[in-house]
């Protein structure tokens, strides 16, 4: 009984174990992360880029022109990617569609001027 006892506690024990080695990222990219521009582009898939013009500073907003935008199935709607380039700093968003790589591209206005933009499948945005 002692020994039924002890075996059943070591494969308990063991099948909770890939549980404790799960890990989850969440928070924003740290204030000093490099851009995609001079990092070669971005690793990790769970975070977009850090190449999100603000529309609060008109010096960031060229930032995003050398965003790297990657191909992959797209899951955001229409209406994500709308609210994506809204938060980027994007206005008058219009002809928005998905291409056959998987990035949402269409038209915008950014500090007064035309832009084409692009979302891909990780979130990052840039203009074209």
């Known amino acids: 009984m002692k020994r039924s006892l002890t075996t059943l506690a070591l494969l308990s024990l063991l099948g909770a174990s890939p549980a404790f ?3 989850t990222v969440t928070g924003t ?3 000093d992360a490099k851009s995609s521009a001079n990092s070669g582009g971005q690793e990790a898939v769970t975070r977009p880029n850090t190449d999100k013009p603000d529309a609060t500073k008109p010096a960031t907003t060229q ?3 050398h965003a790297k935008l990657e191909e992959g199935a797209n899951s955001f709607t229409e209406a994500q990617t709308h609210h994506r380039l809204t938060e980027a700093g994007y206005k008058d ?3 928005l569609t ?3 790589k998987g990035i949402w591209r269409g038209d915008a206005v950014l500090n007064g001027k035309p832009v084409k933009v692009g979302v891909d499948f990780k979130g990052n945005v840039a203009a074209q």
């Open 93 to 95: 968003i219009k002809g």
């Open 21 to 23: 080695a799960q890990t």
């Open 63 to 65: 930032a995003a022109a």
């Open 29 to 31: 990219p740290a204030p």
């Open 98 to 100: 998905k291409d056959d």
